[in-house]
């Protein structure tokens, strides 16, 4: 299957809390992995390239600054691989739908993504 943005899978959740701690020995739990730390993320990898990422609602604005934030818990964004992120960029700007660069990513903000934050990054 192609498609014109060239993704290619689903590489991130984004799930806003309030208690962050909490929720990351919650999944902990539910999926038997352990989670590692990376900035204000509790990163929990698992096979075929997806990740969930558990934040904190008082750092979720460092992650998808310019994004309207769900109140917590939520899915805050998805993130997606794109093997084309010079074409998403073009096509993004053709369209011309909202977006900001950061960490190497395309940031759809949520007001234009139907209430979730796109993020396209680079496979």
Same mark, same amino acid.
């Given at each position: ?25 919650? /999944? %902990? =739990? ?9 900035? @204000? ?20 604005g460092a992650v998808l600054a310019g994004s309207l934030i769900p109140r917590p818990p939520a899915i805050a964004g998805v993130a997606?691989?794109?093997?084309? /992120? %010079? =074409? ?9 739908? @909202? ?25």
């Amino acid at each position: 299957m192609t498609h014109p943005n060239k993704v290619t899978a689903l590489s991130e959740v984004l799930l806003v809390v309030d208690d962050a701690d909490e929720y990351e020995r919650r /999944y %902990a =739990a539910y999926t038997g992995h352990a989670s590692r730390r990376e900035g @204000p993320k509790r990163l929990f990898t698992f096979e075929r390239v997806s990740k969930l990422s558990i934040i904190d609602s008082k750092d979720i604005g460092a992650v998808l600054a310019g994004s309207l934030i769900p109140r917590p818990p939520a899915i805050a964004g998805v993130a997606f691989q794109t093997t084309g /992120y %010079a =074409a998403m960029k073009k096509r993004l700007q053709s369209h011309p739908i @909202p977006f900001h660069e950061a960490d190497g990513r395309l940031i759809v903000p949520a007001e234009a993504g139907c209430g979730v934050a796109m993020i396209f990054e680079n496979l």
